[in-house]
């Protein structure tokens, strides 16, 4: 059997409930949150690029209707493209999502913010304190542990607790001081699926193709897994995501023959029940496909269970890219097509 430890990315996959579990007994969640407040500002963006952009799509469906602040996922890669379009009117709280914290998008937002709108608050979380994002002496910076800088190609644990350090912040029905107990039950939860999660990736078929589903903030976690499942095989496994209920119209065609699929079962009851009505349709019309809908404990919210469906398509994504002979922490080794962090973007000028 390969010996997956080899890899960064594997392992940092595996760090991940250590991570999440210490990171909630550090982070100061009542004071960002009275920052938050202090910004007075009706709307909070949250941005970034590829993974980055995803936390804030899994963020804004997750809390969707909760009071307080509109939260819009508003991805960096739009604004840098449009600034004018987006900066402007009243302030909105930034939050700003980098791995790196110097992709060219992240430093071409605070270029457009500092022309544009300079007087808008800014909350910058990041893994890398040196970068661009954790050194922005105009923004309120959250550096998250070393450990989370991923040195894989792949974004896993930096995505994760990225993303469970701003569901902290912002998901009002969760009290500042109860953060490290719900970090680390989520952080025990993964512990405990990990086994299982392992060999199920590790007996896993190669599938021809990957299909991720979920409703809400799940179909999000949906588009993060088939991300995953394409960067690590170097685009060998072309990978679809979508809603459960979106499904049906149209994106069903990509399923073929050794067309493979997973389910992100709801832990609301009213939306599992068209989760299990999709399920035993998929089964019936697709008896060759393997249908997986992965059973996870449900004391959380599909919001702070989304890391963990993801943890599963990290370590499927992991086992197909070595079954497939790639270099699992640089899958594109030699091409010179895509890189950790992305290049080849040329920032043009912003001017007022």
């Not at 939306?271 to 019936?284: F, G, K, M, S």
Request: charged share 20%; glycine share 6%; with cysteine.
């Amino acid at each position: 059997m390969t010996d997956l430890t080899r890899h960064a990315t594997f392992r940092e996959i595996l760090a991940q409930p250590a991570i999440w579990s210490a990171w909630g007994a550090q982070l100061p969640v009542a004071a960002l949150r009275d920052w938050i407040a202090q910004t007075r500002t009706d709307e909070v963006w949250f941005c970034g690029a590829g993974t980055s952009a995803y936390i804030g799509d899994i963020l804004a469906a997750g809390l969707e209707g909760q009071d307080g602040p509109r939260l819009r996922a508003t991805p960096t890669t739009d604004i840098v493209a449009r600034p004018h379009a987006y900066l402007r009117g009243q302030p909105k709280l930034i939050v700003s999502f980098g791995r790196s914290g110097n992709s060219t998008e992240s430093i071409g937002l605070l270029t457009a913010l500092d022309a544009l709108a300079p007087h808008w608050p800014r909350l910058n979380i990041t893994c890398n304190a040196a970068s661009a994002l954790g050194t922005d002496p105009k923004a309120r910076v959250i550096t998250l542990p070393e450990a989370t800088h991923d040195q894989g190609f792949a974004m896993t644990s930096s995505f994760s607790t990225m993303l469970l350090t701003a569901a902290a912040l912002f998901d009002t029905s969760l009290a500042p001081t109860d953060t490290p107990r719900r970090l680390t039950a989520l952080a025990d939860t993964l512990q405990t699926l990990l086994p299982a999660f392992t060999e199920a990736a590790r007996t896993a078929r190669t599938p021809r193709r990957a299909v991720f589903i979920g409703s809400g903030p799940l179909a999000f976690a949906a588009r993060e897994a088939a991300l995953k499942v394409m960067e690590l095989a170097a685009g060998q496994i072309p990978a679809l995501w979508d809603s459960t209920l979106g499904f049906r119209h149209g994106p069903k065609s990509f399923t073929v023959k050794d067309t493979d699929l997973w389910l992100f079962r709801s832990s609301d009851p009213h939306t599992r029940a068209y989760d299990e009505d999709l399920l035993a349709e998929l089964r019936t019309q697709y008896p060759a496909s393997h249908i997986t809908a992965p059973d996870l404990p449900q004391p959380f919210t599909d919001l702070w269970s989304a890391p963990l469906y993801v943890a599963l398509a990290q370590l499927l994504a992991v086992h197909w890219s070595d079954a497939l002979g790639l270099a699992v922490d640089d899958p594109f080794a030699g091409q010179g097509t895509l890189t950790r962090v992305v290049s080849g973007v040329k920032l043009h000028p912003v001017t007022p």
